[in-house]
């Protein structure tokens, strides 16, 4: 699987930004991770292929995700960001237990 996250940048605190990314196939479970400067990875948002999702406490209320299997994507709508948000923002593909990674893309919070 082959996937590449995109849509980052430099957002004012309060600020939205909405992250994409393209996948050589949809699995049943995609979704996004992140990681800041020190920290390990934490997992953000999951989405499931029957529409179910799930989200990391600390953006519940704030980020949505979203899939489009026809378009073979992933979104990452993310609003009232703030400056915790700052981190290098990854999508991730489960397929038989195996997770799978793209390249991260940059998500810069200024306060």
């Known amino acids: 699987v082959q996937l590449q996250a995109s849509g980052g940048g430099l957002v004012q605190a309060g600020g939205s930004l909405r992250l994409s990314c393209t996948t050589s196939f949809t699995t049943n479970k995609m979704g996004w991770y992140r990681q800041a400067p020190g920290k390990t990875r934490e997992l953000v948002a999951t989405?499931?292929?029957?529409?179910?999702?799930d989200y990391a406490a600390s953006v519940k209320g704030r980020f949505t995700v979203s899939r489009d299997n026809a378009k073979k994507m992933v979104y990452l709508q993310m609003n009232s960001l703030k400056p915790e948000d700052t981190a290098v923002y990854y999508c991730y593909a489960s397929l038989s237990g195996t997770y799978y990674w793209g390249r991260g893309t940059q998500v810069t919070v200024s306060s």
């Open positions: 989405t499931l292929d029957g529409g179910e999702t």
